[in-house]
């Protein structure tokens, strides 16, 4: 008898822990599933992590289609991504990026700012694929889109870190040199630090890159 009352305890208690379990669960939203995907990024250490992140992320997709954040995420990780992966894969990740991209510039709610800001991301990832070939074909991409980057936000401070960056590639590339540069990371590092992003999921990668190339400055 005493051991048929603790097994029906045990089972009531493992009920009792399932429906908890559950509860949690239910209790989970889609941001609390990006914020979680998002940790698993800062950690990861190779391109096979970063990949398994990417697909996270895009199951999170599915969860709220309302929800910009996780359909930004994997473009700009796909971009990320297309820098160091093998040829073979470098075109297929940037199409589905921009794919995505575009999509998510149709959706009026979404932070248009920062679409424009990895549109130009992309078309900088295009000229890093093949720099000769596609260079003098998206140079005005990369500087349009991060000029309406720009237009629209103009405390935003992703584009105008890229676009400093950038122009500062090309006057290299035409052997000038922009003595004005450090000047302006200096503006992008307090457009950074006055920065103020509406979640914690929100976009806020750039400042580390800026403050590396102002160490730079100091060392000139």
């Given amino acids: 008898m005493k051991l048929k009352l603790s097994l029906a305890i045990l089972f009531l208690l ?4 399932m429906a908890q379990s559950k509860l949690s ?9 990006l914020d979680l995907a998002l940790e698993k990024v800062n950690t990861a250490k190779s391109e096979n992590d970063l990949q398994n992140s990417i697909n996270e992320i ?4 599915g969860l709220d289609k309302n929800y910009w954040l996780p359909s930004y995420y994997v473009s700009y990780f796909e971009l ?12 297929a990740l940037l199409a589905d990026a921009k794919e995505r991209i575009e999509k998510l510039l149709e959706d009026k709610s979404s932070d248009q700012s920062e679409l424009y800001t990895i549109l130009g991301y992309y078309y900088y990832a295009k000229i890093a694929q093949n720099p000769h070939k596609n260079g003098p074909i998206y140079y005005k991409d990369v500087i349009a889109n991060y000029k309406k980057a720009i237009s629209i936000n103009p405390v935003n401070p992703r584009p105008r870190y890229l676009l400093d960056l950038f122009e500062d ?3 290299s590339f035409m052997g000038k040199k922009d003595s004005n540069l450090c000047e302006k990371l200096q503006k992008d590092k307090k457009l950074f630090e006055a920065f103020n992003i509406a979640d914690k999921n929100y976009p806020n990668w750039g400042e580390k890159e800026v403050l590396e190339h102002l160490k730079n400055c100091d060392k000139g």
């Fill in 14 to 17: 493992q009920l009792t822990c």
């Fill in 25 to 33: 669960s239910d209790k989970l939203t889609s941001k609390d599933y």
């Fill in 58 to 61: 895009k199951r999170i997709e």
């Fill in 80 to 91: 990320t991504q297309s820098f160091f992966t093998s040829l073979d894969k470098k075109e």
């Fill in 169 to 171: 590639n090309v006057n």
